[in-house]
């Protein structure tokens, strides 16, 4: 069995989701404070901020960092891993710890989900910060040429 990581402030809530789904979270600032989401990448888990967390929660933010479906500190259900059911997990999670609108920051694999969370909730979501990740509606083509100075890459 792994041990928790031990980071000064942070109390670790699991919110019980239904269908096997629990997910951990690290919580840390002022109840009362607005909401930032920190989400991670692959294949990390919600120690990936805990530089970040301290200073946020001293700067009067509630910082929540949840750990996806199979990821970090939480249990590895049978069902599904896609992007759109790990956005409803994180919105979930908020209505569960009782708040209305986060700021969401992500890194890696977890922008798409945090990206996908912001447009099937909009209301819940204030702001949107990507890290080393990319929007989950970009396609690749092979259309690229020199003189074109395209870079391979569209939006649908």
């Not at 920051?105 to 990507?130: C, N, Q, S, Y």
């Not at 929007?135 to 890459?153: D, E």
């Amino acid at each position: 069995m792994v041990t928790m990581p031990v980071l000064e402030g942070v109390e670790h809530r699991y919110v019980e989701l239904g269908d096997g789904v629990t997910i951990h979270v690290a919580d840390a600032g002022p109840a009362d404070g607005p909401a930032v989401m920190l989400v991670h990448g692959f294949p990390q888990n919600w120690w990936e901020w805990h530089e970040l967390i301290g200073p946020l929660a001293a700067d009067g933010y509630r910082v929540l960092c949840p750990d996806l479906r199979g990821a970090g500190f939480r249990s590895a259900p049978r069902c599904s891993y896609l992007k759109n059911d790990l956005a409803d997990d994180m919105a979930a999670v908020l209505d569960h710890l009782g708040v209305a609108t986060v700021k969401l920051a992500a890194h890696d694999w977890g922008g798409p989900v945090a990206f996908i969370m912001m447009l099937r909730h909009p209301e819940k979501v204030t702001g949107f910060f990507g890290m080393n990740t990319a929007a989950p509606f970009f396609k690749r083509t092979s259309r690229c040429s020199a003189t074109s100075g395209g870079s391979g890459i569209r939006s649908r």
